[in-house]
């Protein structure tokens, strides 16, 4: 994208605006202001692909992953959650990967347990996130793959009446 794009002028900015959080427009299509950033790491999650700077969202959005983080770990039996990408510092539309996250208000969580172990900031760029799908078959999930912990998981993070829809 061009320097002058809205890709290009919302993925060059490194930190948010200051004041009140606020969405602006929708998913697809808008920006936020007052973002706040989850940290890299938390007692019960490490946040992926830093060298992007993804990890911004709306204050009540990083709160709810946090305690998904913590839910996991004391009520579906999951060690831990790894967080992908959640918005740019400012939302708005990204140079690659998403035509989402532009408020500040959804964000990929892995479905690959968190290791015992803070992993290093290569290993967060490297890993390949695990894909519930079937390679040759459209949107139909791999029971090879998909797990009753994963199942748990999912189940807990729609049970929360901030949660409007999960994508699998």
């Known amino acids: 994208p061009s320097p002058g794009s809205a890709k290009g002028r919302f993925g060059a900015v490194g930190l948010p605006t200051q004041g009140p ?21 938390g007692p019960t999650w490490q946040a992926m692909r830093l060298s992007r700077n993804r990890r911004w969202g709306n204050p009540a959005m990083i709160t709810l ?3 998904l983080s913590q839910d996991g770990a004391q009520y579906a039996g999951w060690p831990g959650i790894l ?10 539309p990204m140079f690659n990967g998403h035509a989402s996250h532009q408020i500040g208000l959804d964000a990929d969580v892995w479905f690959t347990p968190m290791p015992a172990r803070r992993m290093t900031a290569e290993e967060r760029e490297d890993l390949p996130f695990t894909t519930m799908l079937q390679k040759d078959k459209f949107l139909t999930v791999d029971p090879k ?3 009753q912990s994963r199942a748990r998981l999912l189940m807990l993070a729609a ?3 901030e949660v409007e829809r999960i994508f699998v």
Not at 22 to 41: E, H, N, R, S, W
């Open 83 to 92: 967080v992908g990408d959640i918005a740019q510092p400012r939302g708005g």
């Open 159 to 161: 049970s929360y009446p």
């Open 145 to 147: 793959v998909w797990t």
């Open 65 to 67: 992953l946090e305690r």
């Open 21 to 41: 959080a606020q969405p602006i427009g929708f998913y697809a299509k808008g920006c936020m202001t007052g973002a706040v950033a989850l940290p890299a790491d």
